[in-house]
């Protein structure tokens, strides 16, 4: 499976974001697509995830990032608004299937 992540960028706080991962490889709808961050300092953190059999989401975004995925073009899409400063970070696109596997991550960074 291979991950190419891209939306990243900046913007002000309060302003809105949209990351797109597309995956190839043999990727089935059960299988775990999604994103994580990763702030300077700070371990990796869960954004969010989807699955045909759940969503789930970190607590820091719940309620202002939203996560939807095209199970027949393999893109995992991630919403972002109402952005905060603590939302800097690089940005991981995540696949949970027999293996795990990591995108190159995008640069989000939001001014206040």
């Known amino acids: 499976v291979q991950l190419q992540a891209s939306g990243g960028g900046l913007v002000q706080a309060g302003g809105s974001l949209r990351l797109s991962c597309s995956a190839s490889?043999?990727?089935?709808?059960?299988?775990?697509l999604g994103w994580y961050r990763q702030a300077p300092g700070n371990q990796r953190e869960l954004v969010a995830t989807?699955?045909?059999?759940?969503?789930t989401y970190g607590d820091p975004v719940k309620g202002r990032f939203s996560i939807s995925r095209d199970n027949i073009k393999n893109l995992v899409y991630l919403q972002m608004n109402s952005l905060k400063s603590e939302d800097t970070a690089v940005y991981y696109c995540?696949?949970?299937?027999?293996?795990?596997?990591w995108g190159h991550g995008t640069q989000v960074t939001v001014s206040s």
């Open positions: 995540y696949y949970g299937g027999v293996e795990i596997y």
């Open positions: 490889g043999r990727i089935f709808s059960s299988d775990v």
């Open positions: 989807v699955s045909d059999r759940r969503t």
